[in-house]
């Protein structure tokens, strides 16, 4: 079994080069959803975000997730408290993820799509980590063109993340996403190949 770490700055590209991962066979964990469902059911991580951040970031009884990022990012102080406590608990329940993976497909590659893999550690417990670059330009424009957020809040959303410069210096792989999606498909290819020989 390989297992390589995806990421990226915001808008760069992880899940349309993870799906081509799968397309292709890979069993893919993503880490944005694995927190999600850490902040819904996991009693733990739920009684400390509510002790570090307090009752007003609940609705109808469950963490409002647009809420609590309202509260964190922006503010490194916020945001280092709930990293404290999701980091360590997501890393953890991908590692398992894997360990049963790997128990069922002796030769699986395994992709972990995670915006935070190097600022939580993550890519520390895995083989290799893949960096996509995107230049600022076509990253604006690709976040403007979703509509999910606005700029400033993908701003400073951003800007709680290291750079992709930063991400590169940790980079076994790296996938130039300013292409097109052709071009970005045939480098997923050759990494592919690439990877399977390793195993």
Known sequence: MITVGLTGSLGAGKSTVAALFKKLGA??????????????????????????????????????????AAEVFGQPR?????????????????????GTIGRRRRKAVVIVDAALLVESGLHRHLDYCAVIKLSARAQRARIKQKGVLSWEEARRRISSQL?????????????????????TKKQVGTIWRRLRAKI
């Open 27 to 68: 069993e893919v964990l993503d880490a944005d959803l694995l927190v999600h469902a850490l902040l819904r059911r996991d009693p733990g991580v739920i009684r400390r975000v509510r002790k570090a951040f307090g009752p007003g970031i609940f609705s109808a009884g469950r963490i409002d997730r647009a809420k609590l």
């Open 78 to 98: 916020q945001l280092k408290k709930l990293t404290d406590i999701v980091h360590p608990a997501v890393v953890r329940d991908i590692r398992r993820r894997i």
């Open 163 to 183: 750079s992709t410069k930063e991400k590169l210096n940790h980079a076994d792989i790296v996938i130039d996403n300013n292409g097109s999606l052709a071009t």
